[in-house]
């Protein structure tokens, strides 16, 4: 029998000074504690040791020259987690804030988000503290090459696929993907998240902002509600946030804020218009991370140093980086009548703030379900790129409306507590560990 705490504070010895990676551990083992403990096949196979020690952990050292002609030095990784289900598959990304246990954490969360999109993928992630802020498009593409001469090494379409994530665009997976063919020759598509020229698939920017819409679109629906004229506070601006607005929009309800490190834009009128979706792309181009030339351009008001959670809302969708909704903004939340969380960052909101949802009883969906529409389609590229073919953009996004529902089924028929209220995280953490759990238990140690 296993002991949620006594099996933290073992792993937390083992890794130290590991926050992320150990709270998201926690998350998904305090949902899943009893069914392990249940399952004398995953006490006999030490499914939860061997669940939580990576395969590998890929370091190394990207030397890249800036504009100046300086030489500067960046740390790489790449986090193999687990591929009892399929290939290592997740992104990677730059950020100032990367070390090895943020993309532990994002490579631990990965196992079961691809898990749940039913597809066969297993879980990694990689990245490099490199931020692309202030950089210049040449210092990025000599990073990029410098980061992929390295990583080539450990990568193949069988193996190991990354993608995108914070930092890490369209632009980026080129200039990556550039590399990887001038030394290995292959147009395998060892990436994913490439331009339509070289082996993209239609939808996959979109994929997921798109898929947190359907996904919420089915949360609603459980509850006999509909998408139709919800107010929605959502943080970011980048490319998930660019998707789930554009979705949003088409379904009739209205984004009223987006955020960056500076603050965050009120825009009453909602962000609706392809005028100010294609600004939002442009503004992730310019490599400033600033939101406030939306409010000046847009006519909407900015908020600075604050988070939009203060803002009067039906649903609430934090879509830039983990932990970006405390305890306290779940509260305030609340007191202003929010009746749906869509949790579309990887770990958006801190523990708190999830007990504070779950408690209140508001319907709140874990990002490892309402963020997979990102890596679906990333499966769906796989696929085409392994039959050497495209499929058409209605093809691609209704596998993806498909998948989304599939994942919210599964978090209905593992979710629903005793007083009919769905817990979505116990849902999501549940379906998505038993595939990983029963495989693992069937290929032996
Ligand atoms: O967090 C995520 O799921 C992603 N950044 C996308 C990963 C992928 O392989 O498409």
Redo the contacts with the bound molecule.
Sequence with gaps: MYDLNSFIDELERKNPAQPEFIESVREVLQSVIDTVNDNPLYIRNRILERITEPDRVISFKVEWENDDHEICVNKGYRVQFNNAIGPY???LRFHSSVTLGTLKF?AFE?IF?NSLTGLPMGGGKGGSDFSPKGKSDDEILRFCRSFMTELQKYLGPDTDVP???IGVGGREIGYLYGQYKKIRGENTGVL??KALEFGGSLIRPEATGFGTMYFANEMLKAHGDSMEGKKIALSGFGNVAWGAAMKAAEMGAKVITLSGPDGYIIDEKGVNTPEKLNYMLYLRNTNNDVIEPYARKFGATFVKGRKPWEVPVDMAFPCAIQNELSGEDARALISNGVKYVVETS?MGLTRDAFEEFINARIPTAPGKAA?AG??AV?GLEMSQNAMHIRWSEKEVDDRLKGIMEGIHHSCISEGREEDGYINYQKGANISGFKKVADAMCQLGY
């Design positions: 598959k997740g992104g994002l990965q988000k993608a995108g994530d994913t998240g990887n963020n990102g890596v990333s």
